[in-house]
């Protein structure tokens, strides 16, 4: 009896064991997950009042202004390997009688430029100011040159300017990071 | 070799109320049925676990998704899958790893005017819980491009991973006829801890008419924090010495804690009895080696506003990006403290009814008299069980139809039907032999997911040898 019963417990959990099995998968799938997160993120912003075009003390135009930020996040290796597109998005909403020639140009640490964007903004006016868009999409090979950089150089530039011109140039922007994650 | 270490810890796939020992509670097993309720019947007059092999126990596993969903060869990409199933999970969902090996596990009857059974031992246990952290998992996996507006909140990250060993005594006293009651004491010593358990606030992309910039990126009420024990002291150390290190907290060298276990069991007549226990309603301080992570502010970020300043000959351009830096650091401090803490272990509840019927085991005469008059088993044992445990989203919860047959006094079999939040149709089995007195468990549930474990949410397996003198 308590042989046939030692038998009957070793059977069963073999059974138990061996019967199990992983059917109908295929782990090798594994190598072909890809995350690929959008972010959307801002970028700089801006209101130059149209007196920063004209400098009182001395009576004459100020038809350039720049000025400069550093953006460390784009130049880690890290966002580098990731980074397959990015989309540039400008919003300008001008209230002066000017139209503007715009440039970000991306500089390296030692201010050699990996990447310039230009655009120009129409004239407004105080009562109806104008929109204006700008949008640059960059793919892998442009985005990788844009990563070496380490700050933008934003100059605004006006064909003409004057003691009384008034209103307002605002700037909005955001930038759509495309990143791709491989295993 | 690898090939049957991977059968075994496949059959530990997933449980869906992790911890839950619903085949062992008040069976034969003597040493693993009074580790789960010391007040249990005992009718042995000495046990012990053969060292290393008196009961392994694991599982490994998901509430809420299998193997399958996402592996299944069945020409879907398989980035669609992870999709669709992250779709499914909710932050409810959890990943467990609950695995505990008894090192040693001894016990015998003083006799005398006031019989009582002690027993004793040591056990070493591995227990994580991660519940699925969805929304972050969203933002990681497909950012917040497509989801303009949607708070991902902080509070989805809930996770505790423990690395323990435990020592414990326990006594077992029949107080009269009718009630059993028992208590263990418990010693732990931690070995490694690491939670995040209470984090709150959110993150959120808007567009808010009249903000500075398009969007307006918000952490609101943010309050995340990580505790760490026994982490920071291996930083470094060669593996030779880290196993060195983590034997010598295994053998009362980690941060200690106290625990109790009690439980009874109350016999109504000679069918019907009732059992119920606590387990590890205890704590454990993490005085030593402890560090802890806090995050705690709000904080608005529109991007970076030039000024366009008028600057004197090689006078330096603002630093505006390590201003914003500076901004967010002093909104959003990350503090590091080396402070000690207390944890509650994860308390265990488990109630039952039982109901004996059938003939008696063995022959003579219904009076067992090697031990005082208790009553006599019977062939068949059926009844429902209770079990809970405390996590860190609350009570999980389980309920569970059995029936027991012994087949003479070598083998037992006993048969469950488990349900819980995420499983109906868990179907559980496990077998007990005794031949002279040396006995063999083992126990796994949900066999009708056992032809492919890739399907199951749900199985768990323990395995024991013990030796039981009657």
Not at chain 1, 90 to 112: A, C, E, P, Y
Not at chain 1, 154 to 168: F, N
Not at chain 2, 104 to 127: A, H, I, R, V
Not at chain 2, 272 to 294: M, N, Q, R, W
Request: hydrophobic share 40%; net charge negative.
């Amino acid at each position: 009896m308590d042989v046939k019963i030692t038998k009957l417990f070793f059977l069963l959990t073999s059974m138990l064991l061996f019967v199990s099995c992983f059917d109908g998968t295929d782990f090798d799938q594994a190598n072909d997950v890809v995350v690929t997160p959008e972010i959307e993120l801002d970028l700089i912003y801006f209101n130059l009042d149209a007196s920063s075009f004209y400098n009182n003390a001395t009576n004459t135009e100020v038809l350039v202004v720049e000025d400069t930020t550093d953006l460390d996040f784009l130049g880690g290796s890290d966002i580098n390997d990731i980074l397959k597109g990015a989309d540039f998005f400008f919003k300008f909403t001008n209230s002066i009688s000017r139209g503007f020639n715009v440039s970000f140009d991306f500089l390296s640490q030692d201010n050699v430029s990996r990447y310039l964007m230009q655009t120009t903004v129409a004239p407004g006016s105080e009562n109806t100011p104008v929109v204006s868009y700008f949008v640059q999409s960059l793919d892998e090979l442009q985005i990788k040159e844009l990563t070496k950089a380490k700050k933008v150089l934003v100059t605004v530039t006006i064909p003409s300017s004057s003691q009384d011109l008034t209103g307002v140039l605002n700037l909005q922007s955001k930038t759509t990071y495309y990143l791709e994650i491989e295993q | 070799m690898k090939k049957l270490l991977f059968i075994y810890l496949a059959l530990g796939l997933s449980v869906a109320v992790s911890q839950n020992k619903q085949l062992l509670y008040n069976w034969e097993v003597t040493p693993q049925t009074l580790m789960l309720n010391p007040g249990a019947l005992v009718t042995n007059q000495f046990h012990a676990g053969i060292p290393l092999a008196s009961q392994f126990h694991i599982n490994v596993g998901s509430s809420g998704v299998s193997v399958f969903d996402v592996f299944a060869d069945d020409g879907l990409d398989i980035n669609t899958k992870i999709s669709n199933t992250i779709s499914k999970l909710s932050s409810r969902d959890f990943f467990t790893v609950n695995q505990q090996l008894d090192v040693l596990n001894f016990g015998w009857l003083s006799k005398g005017l006031e019989p009582m059974y002690f027993s004793g031992g040591m056990y070493q246990e591995l227990d994580a819980i991660a519940y699925f952290p969805k929304d972050i998992a969203i933002l990681a996996l497909e950012g917040n491009r497509e989801y303009i507006g949607k708070a991902y909140d902080f509070n989805d990250i809930s996770a505790r991973a423990d690395l323990l060993t435990v020592y414990h005594f326990g006594v077992n006293k029949q107080v009269s006829k009718k009630l059993t009651a028992g208590v263990r004491l418990k010693l732990y010593s931690s070995l490694i801890s690491v939670s995040s358990t209470r984090n709150k606030g959110a993150f959120k992309t808007t567009v808010r008419e009249g903000s500075a910039n398009i969007y307006e990126h918000t952490v609101t009420d943010l309050d995340v924090e990580v505790k760490t024990s026994g982490f920071i002291s291996l930083d470094g150390l060669e593996p030779s010495q880290v196993r060195k290190k983590l034997l010598g907290r295994a053998l009362l060298g980690g941060n200690l804690g106290i625990g109790i276990d009690a439980g009874i069991t109350y016999q109504f007549d000679n069918e019907l009895s009732l059992t119920a226990s606590v387990l590890d309603l205890g704590a454990i301080f993490h005085t030593k080696d402890t560090e802890l992570y806090k995050a705690k502010g709000d904080y608005t970020l529109n991007g970076i506003e030039l000024i366009f300043p008028e600057l004197e000959n090689g006078e330096p351009t603002i630093p505006y990006y390590d201003n914003l830096e500076d901004d967010i650091t002093r909104e959003i401090p990350v503090d590091t403290l080396n402070t000690g803490y207390t944890q509650l272990r994860p308390t265990k509840i488990n109630a039952a009814l039982h109901y004996d019927f059938g003939r008696f085991v063995g022959d003579n005469g219904g009076c067992n008299c090697k031990n005082n008059g208790t009553k006599q088993k019977r062939v068949s044992q059926a009844g429902v069980q209770y079990y809970s445990i405390f996590r860190p989203r609350g009570l999980q919860l389980a309920g569970t139809l059995y029936y027991t047959r012994r087949f003479g006094n070598t083998l037992s079999i006993k048969t469950t039907y488990t349900l819980d939040s995420y499983s109906a149709k868990n179907i559980g089995a496990g077998m007990f032999l005794n031949i002279a007195g040396v006995n063999l468990f083992l126990a796994a549930d949900n066999l009708l997911q056992m032809s492919n474990l890739a399907k199951a949410n749900s199985v768990s397996l323990q395995v024991g040898l013990n030796y039981i003198l009657n």
